[in-house]
């Protein structure tokens, strides 16, 4: 018996893994999160299995039915949104099931940052504009930010930013990040990213907050911000340079048989 932790992706349910589905078509018992997972996801498990939303569960209550199942030699779909190891609230999940011997894996999933990337036709690693990608939220009423991660001290890298959780924060978003960034730091609020009712606000750090409430954004919203969302004029990566040189590629080698010959 084991349970799969499956990261079902950020919201279209084409975006779940072909093995993250196969588990979910086979597993007799499928715990899922609530409305952050999309239903036909769900609906994926066999007719018999026991489906049961876990958002007005509590921590014990989960590991009860996974023991359950663990006893009747069921494995379970322990079914999560975006990728597990990204706020995923699995890491008291897994602890729980180290102390009761029972098995799990974690298979990963498409996380919320990539699905509105795609969406928004963006490479967030331009050359020389930004090749570092930060994944962070905001202190507020979930456990509070360790000290060095505060957004004040990320924000001095100028990195391309992925905030989840805190679009009910954005005072003090831009508060912080306005020194190093600009106040006309290219914005953009990616709301239900990959949903049906997905909207992908561009803006600035200056004008994000009028912008959310002009759309009456008050939660399942990721605040992307970065040069990247912007930026037009940026060097060619050497990846495909004709002069540069990598392991499958000598340029050197071939320009001395080239010559040699």
Known sequence: MTV???????GAPDLITVRGLKLIERCPVCLYAGSLVPEEI???APADALV???????LDEIIADMKTAHEAGQDVARVHSG???IYGAVAEQMRRLDSLGINYEVV????????????????LTLPEIAQTVIITRTGMKASSMPEFEQLEILGQSRATLAIHLSIRNL????????????????VVIAYRATWPDELYIRTTLEGMKEEVRKNKITRTALILVGKVF?????????LYNAEYSHVLRNVGKKKKAKAAG
């Not at 049961?52 to 509590?58: E, R, S």
């Not at 990963?108 to 490479?123: D, H, I, N, S, Y």
């Not at 037009?232 to 050497?238: C, H, T």
């Open 4 to 10: 799969y932790f499956i990261g079902a992706g950020p």
């Open 42 to 44: 769900v609906h994926a």
């Open 52 to 58: 049961k939303d876990t958002a007005p569960m509590h």
């Open 83 to 85: 990728d597990p190891a």
């Open 108 to 123: 990963p999933g498409v996380p919320a940052f990539a699905g509105a990337a795609a969406k928004l036709a963006t490479e």
């Open 171 to 186: 005072d003090y978003v831009r508060r912080s990040l306005e020194p190093f960034y600009g106040a006309d730091c290219p």
């Open 230 to 238: 912007g930026e037009n004029n940026f060097r060619d990566s050497d």
